[in-house]
């Protein structure tokens, strides 16, 4: 195994940082890794916001549910999709792009072309020995968030980046087995082989939050999993995206 590999397998989330800011070395370098990723038909949809104004990360942090770690880390950066460039290409080009823009396929390529320059950026992070967690908590009111990054239509902030020096590392969660994630020619139907898995993946969940818990937290990935998709979230998503002109067609 080599060490890209085991810093890999290594990720857990962290959520307490050192007081301690990246350098500019470290930021042009998660970004430059970042932008190395692969991107659908070189299109590279997405742009970074790097945070460095404190008033900003503090608001962030409580659209994100007041998580203390967005405003405190070293540093913070907000993943966007982000067609707005490509809109300049109608000006400079002279060809008639929105229809594209506005489908559903472009869509889903700033989602995957974002996550997979993010994903590149917390491997070149963790490489570094720092720390990531990501963000999911700004889409708790993305109006508020478009308004303080100043975003224009065809952008939308999907997840922040918070990366920082860890002042505290918790155990690697278990993920699903490998055999309940990878099939090899179709997809796996047989429901019995499916909720056994789960139920051995129920138990090694359990066992994990007992011993990270000293016993106060047991519950399975099922439990946790069935109460946290009852509630609804961000039911304005739909909406919000479309206002942004994106995914109407």
Request: glycine content about 6%; some cysteine; charged content about 25%.
């Amino acid at each position: 195994m080599n060490q890209i590999i085991e810093t890999i397998l290594n990720h857990r989330s962290v959520r307490k940082f050192e007081d301690k800011l990246l350098s500019r070395e470290q930021i042009e370098t998660i970004v430059k890794s970042a932008q190395a990723a692969s991107t659908s038909s070189f299109i590279q949809a997405y742009s970074i916001i790097g945070i460095t104004d404190q008033s900003k990360k503090a608001k962030l942090a409580e659209i994100a549910g007041n998580q203390t770690y967005v405003a405190d880390n070293g540093h913070f950066f907000v993943f966007c999709a982000d067609l707005h460039r490509q809109v300049i290409i109608t000006e400079m080009e002279g060809n008639d792009v929105l229809p594209s823009l506005e489908s559903t396929e472009k869509f889903m390529v700033t989602l995957i072309d974002a996550a997979l320059a993010a994903q590149n950026a917390a491997i070149a992070a963790e490489s570094m020995g720092l720390g990531i967690c990501y963000i999911g908590g700004i889409r708790n009111n993305l109006e508020e968030v478009q308004r303080l990054l100043k975003t224009p239509e065809y952008v939308i902030p999907l997840f922040g980046m918070a990366v920082g020096y860890p002042a505290k590392i918790n155990d690697i969660k278990p993920r699903l087995p490998l055999e309940h994630v990878y099939m090899e020619n179709e997809y796996t139907q047989d429901e019995d082989i499916f909720k056994k898995q789960l139920e051995e993946y129920n138990e090694i969940i359990s066992a994990y939050y007992k011993e990270r818990t000293g016993g106060s937290r047991a519950e399975t990935w099922t439990a946790q999993m069935g109460q946290m998709l009852e509630k609804k979230s961000r039911m304005y998503m739909k909406e919000f995206v479309q206002k942004q002109k994106l995914n109407l067609r």
